[in-house]
């Protein structure tokens, strides 16, 4: 059966929505740089208690831990891609940190130039 593709994004995007959250720390994107975590905190409490909310130096990201996977839930649902402080911002579930060894960083080590 072919369908339009209009109705593809339509099931993809109910398919998405019916996923469950796994975490409910999440990754807001694309922020101004006078934004908060203070502004943060106020923003997303309209969906349920914030445990936590940074903002990450002067890069536009930040993270917001709700307290329920539901709450996350719907924060993304209502805020991603929505207009905030004049900028089109990104919300999401954050992935998990993964741990970087020093042979990542790549350049220098502490005694000079890395050794190949």
């Known amino acids: 059966m072919h369908l339009p593709q209009n109705m593809k ?3 993809k995007d109910e398919k998405l929505k ?7 720390n999440l990754y807001v994107g694309n922020l101004s740089y006078s934004v908060t975590g203070e502004d943060l905190r ?6 349920g208690e ?3 909310a940074k903002v990450i130096g002067d890069r536009g990201f930040g993270f917001v831990e709700m307290n329920t996977t539901e709450a996350a839930a719907k924060a993304v649902e ?5 207009e905030y402080e004049g900028r089109t911002i990104k919300v999401n579930e954050a992935r998990p940190r993964q741990e970087r060894s020093n042979r990542d ?3 220098y080590q502490k005694s000079g130039y890395k050794k190949y």
Do not use: C
């Open 50 to 52: 914030v445990k936590e």
């Open 9 to 11: 994004m339509f099931f």
């Open 78 to 82: 209502e805020l991603n891609e929505t």
């Open 105 to 107: 960083r790549g350049g």
């Open 18 to 24: 019916r996923q469950e959250m796994q975490s409910s």
């Open 42 to 47: 106020e923003l997303f409490s309209q969906f």
